[in-house]
Every structure is written in structure tokens, then in C-alpha cells.
């Protein structure tokens, strides 16, 4: 079977500007799978959904559908194979469900009633049949929006950000629906997600798009990592899953840092087999809640709390083990401050290695000195990295 | 069903009152075809019989044609005089009197080629562009303050500023039979012909891409609608004169208290436009004596106080439903 869409060289510009925001994509979506399109806002997402939906017309390049040029296709031919689930919901629409899904055929004499029953039957929401639209939850409204496609017995199903508005427990729901009858009767999925979780944990293959270019297409644990995101997401934080590389745990590390300053480094180290302990961290942090997304050992502090004594004894306990220590780039007051002293014990951290960043440290300092002190000492026994690159080749000398 | 028995009992009542009261027995012989006991009072039904037809049809036809143009233009705050029909009407009919035509036939002539004119430029206009609710209801809101400017003037000129004036204020005053007859019989099969297509209706007002993905032409429809909307409308203005608001409160009326469901909607607001406009022609006749007040200043009189109490009433169940 040729597959659902083939693109090639598709490009879109929007009339009267000069800049494509669509430039040069090739990707092939095979029939029966589930894909997700995700990148940041501006990245030509939608854009790229309408063009598939047929709805924006003269793009550049080739775009096949079922192997049949999308663009020859008329209205009624693309309408009889996919069907569309907008962002917006049916806001205030005075229908009741029933009336609504009636709708979704166009001649309304060849709806049958007992297929809108069926169907809500099977969903376990036969209770929203006649209540009114502008009534129902934003959760409701989607479900009975996600039935009208499903009434088109489509092939493709196009949806865009279809639970951007919902809440988790919702989203959940609609998912577990889409993906129960994409599984059943082996619809095609293609959905714009913002939600990257989401995007992981339903669908078998992300295209990452950025700037109106694919960056990355493939399984979410190939698209979905630091370095692919974060070149994408400038400082988001949280959702990163990292995994350990193959081959044998290598040796023990402790990073100091906070404020998202750790994230990539943590990333890379657990990448490459390091065990990584971290501390200390305010929870609440994006340092602190990327460790816990990543099960990281850490020293944890109470938010908004100077670290105390105990944390701080904890904390060097954690260095002493470690054979390195990392030192990231990270705004210090006099809260976190303790977070440097180890400098003191540096005797006991003899033979350790140390790596720091190495930026002027002077803007983050906000200890009227103190912190800057602390750092000439590490500085003088470490070795610097002025970005994620010499880093990376600092760590692979380990 | 209220509306239904309200519909008759005001058709009952717009009969017997009046500068001259009638008692009911005699409207029964009337409306049995019996000859008449007492022949005075033939003469006076029979007129009312006209009037009740006239304000029963443009009623309906404006309150139909109000519910087409606010789903066709995806705008709730739209209503059958948007895209230029009344200020065409206007203007023509002003033009017409003021060079002395004085049958009504001609002035509603002039009127309905006015109304046709306008509605057509603000269509080609808008659709020599790119055609969206969006551009229609601009070129409308300019040509309509256009087309009032220029009336402005042609009153400021004219010597029969008070005729223009009262053609301007609406009157439900028909001398013709065949007038009404053929305005009922256009009205109410361009109506039942929209009614076919109510399904379609319904479809305009939901997501425009969900409507594009199950392969419905919304551009083609949404002019064909406009269109019978427009003939309609402008048919009943030529007639009447300009009657405000009927076709913007009764449709939202309707929607409260039936819904969005074209099916419903249409019928629903055709009777109760045609119903409203009986009882305000009714109180614009009896309100006062010896005088006839301007339809169109009753209906915004009557209309307003029983569109805000609607209103009201939705808050209170708004609500209920989300506490």
C-alpha cells in the first residue's frame, strides 16, 4: 500500500510575504501508524496540518496522499478518506451531541441514529446524547468531537492540539479512545502535540519540526532527548528523559547546580553511564525536578530554604564518594552559598577532579563577593569548560 | 405551542381593535364568508384582513431572513439590514419621492431595486476579494453609512422630507391584495426551500475546517443563502418600509428558547417574528387614539424590554447550569 502521505520538497508560503514558513520538507507517514507532529509555536505546525488536510492550497513540492498528488484530490475525495479534529472546541454551540454528530454527514438522511448510539455505547458516554454542547466540560465537548471524526470512518485522522485545553485526567481520556480505535480499525494518526509526555508515551513516531524544517523524524526516544529538544525549546526543562547509554556503569559524579544550569550536563553524563548525584537543590528547582524526572540521587533542600548544616554534611558525603566533581554555572546567593564550601575542604577533595565552568562568574554572584571567592579556589584546582562541547571532551577524558 | 396560541389569539384581537371596535360575532360571520349582518364593518375587515397578512409576513420573512444571515455570516450581532438592503431601499424609495412618484407601486419598485443594488455591490465587492463573513459585513457597514449619507442629503434637498421620512419609519398600510399574495407566496417558498437545507445551516455555524474536511462547499452555500435571504428581505422592505429590529431580537429570542438547531429555529422564528410583528402592529394602531404610530418605532419599543427580560432570564439559568 502506497503510504498515507509521502512528502517531497513541500513548501508553503503565505501570500504576500517572502519567507516560506514551510521550507523543504521530506517525511513519509505510513498507513496505520500514529504519529505526532511537535516543535515549538511559529514552527509552521498548523500550517503543515492544513496543507495535509487539503484546506491550504498551493504549496510547492509534492505532497501524495495514498499515492494521488494531495492538490489533484477534490474536496469529496479527500472528505470520504480523512477526517479533522480542529484546536478549537465547539464553544456555546447550542446542539445537543445527537444533533451535532448528525452533522458529521453532510446528507443528513444517510446518518443512521443506531450508528451515533453505537458508538456512544462503546465509549461509555451514551449520557452526553442529548445534552447540549455548550454545556458539556471542554473533556466532553472534545470526546464528542473525537466521535464526529470517528463517524467519517476515516482512513487518516488529522488532529490539531486536540487536548492542549484539557486536564490530564481528560487527555488521558481522549488518548486511550484515539488510541483503542486507531488500534481497532487502523486509522492513521497524525496529531499536533505540545505536550511532549503525551507525544512519548502513544504515539510510535515523532517529526520534530522546527523554523518550517523537520529536524527530526523517528521513534520518541531517538527525536525526544536533550539534544534534539534542547537546540528547539530554549530552556525547557523537566520533561527530558534520558537513558543510559550500552555498556558498564562508569564511575560516580556530583554536580553542583541549579536553575536548569545542570540539565544538559546531567543528560550527557547519564548518557554516558556516569552515576549522578546532585546537590543541593531547593525543591522546585529545574535542576531539582529534572533529577527527579531522571531519578537522580540528591541532596534536597525545602524551597526557598538556605541549606542547612545537615543538608550541607550530606552533600560532602556525596562528593567524597564521587570521583569527580562538576561544577555548572549557576546564580549563587547567600542561600546556596554552601553549595561552593566544599572549596575549604579541598585538601580531602585531593585527587578528585574537578571541572567547572568557566565563565566570569562575577554576574551570578550574588553574595557580594563571598561566592566569588569560593570559585578562585575550585577554579585553581579544576579544569574549565567554556561550553557544552569542551565538556563533552573534558568528561570523555575522565 | 404558546407561541402558536398567542399567534392566533393576537390574530383575534388585531381584528376586533382598532379606531373602530368590532365585536366578535361579527368577525366570525366575516371570516365564514357569511354575508354581514351589519355591512359597515365589511369594509374595515377586510382591510384589517390585509394588514394582518402584511404584518404576519414581513414579520416572519424578517425574522427568517434574520436567523439566514446571522448563521450564513457567522455573526450573531448580524441582522437582515447588514449588507445594505434597508439603506438601498431607503435611498431609492427616497429618490422616488422625492421625484414624485406617488403610486405605491413605483416607490416599492424603486425600494426593491435600491435593496437589490446595494446587497449585490456589497457581495461583488466582497467577493471580487476574498470572500469571508469578515469582508462582506465591512463593505456592508460602509456602503450602508454611504448610502445613508447620500439620503441625508437627498432629504436635505427634497421638498417631501416628511413622505421620505414616513416611508422611512415603516408602514404596514397595503392597499393591493396581489401584493401580499405574491410577497406570501415568495416569502414562504423561499423559506421552505432554506428549510431544506437546514442541516446546512447548522454545519455553517460549527468549525470551518471540520466543515471543509467532510467536503461541504461553505462559500457556495453561504451566497446561496444570502441571496433568497436578500430577495426576501427586500421584498418585504419594498412593501413596508424599513422595520428595525424584528430581524435581530426575534432570532435571538428563538435561539434561547429553542436553540441552534435549524430545524427548529427556522419555523420557531418565522412564527414568532410573524406573531410580534401582529401584536406591535396592534399596539402602534391602538395605543393611541386617532393616531397610527410608525411600525418601526413600536417594534424597537415593544422589542427591546422583551429582549433584555429574555436575557435575564438566561443568566439566572447560565447560572444555575454552572453552580
Known sequence: MPPAFRASGLAYRFEGEDENIIAGLDFVIEPGSFVSIVGPNGAGKSTLLDIMLGYKKGYAGSLEFFGRELSSLSARELAAERAYIPQQSEDGLRLSAYEYLKLSNSDPIKTRGEEIDEILEKL????????????????????????????????????????????????????????????????????????????????????????????????????????????????????????????????RVHVICGGGSGEKIIAMLIERNFIVSCGVLNAGDSDWRFCRANSVAMVEEEPYRPISEENYMKNLEYIKASSAVIVCDFPIGAGNLANLKFADELSCAGGRNIICAGRDFSELDYTGGAASAYLEKIKKNARLFKNIAEFEKLIDSL | MTVFLLGAAGVALSFSLGQAAIPPGEIADFLMLRSLADGRYHAILKMRVLRIAAAFIAGAGLAFSGVVYQSSLKNYLADPFMLGISAGAALFSALAITMKFHSSLAISAFAFTGAILSVGAVMAISYARKFSSYNLILTGIALNSFFSSFLTVVMYLSKDMQNIFFWLMGSLDVRYADQIIYTHLFVIFAACYILKYSHILDLLRINEKTVFSIGVDQDYYKIKFLVIASLMCALIVSQTGIIGFIGLIVPHAARIMVGDSHRLLLPFSFILGGTMLIYCDLISRTAADSINFPIGIITSLVGAPFFIFLLAGRRKAGERANG
Open chain 1, 124 to 251: 461509555n458516554i451514551s449520557y452526553l446524547k442529548d445534552r447540549s454542547i455548550a454545556s458539556m466540560s471542554g473533556g466532553e465537548a472534545r470526546l464528542v468531537q473525537l466521535v464526529f471524526a470517528l463517524l467519517r470512518k476515516p482512513r487518516v485522522l488529522l488532529l490539531d492540539e486536540p487536548v492542549s485545553y484539557l486536564d490530564y485526567k481528560n487527555q488521558q481520556a481522549f488518548f486511550e479512545i484515539l488510541k483503542k480505535e486507531h488500534a481497532e480499525r487502523g486509522i492513521t494518526v497524525a496529531a499536533i502535540l505540545h505536550d511532549l509526555n503525551l507525544a512519548a508515551y502513544y504515539c510510535g513516531e515523532i517529526i520534530l519540526i522546527n523554523d518550517g524544517r523537520i529536524l527530526k523524524q523517528g521513534p520518541p526516544l531517538e527525536v525526544l532527548n536533550y539534544r534534539t529538544l534542547g537546540s528547539v525549546f530554549f530552556g525547557a526543562s523537566g520533561f527530558l528523559q534520558t537513558r543510559p547509554g550500552p555498556g558498564e556503569p562508569r564511575g
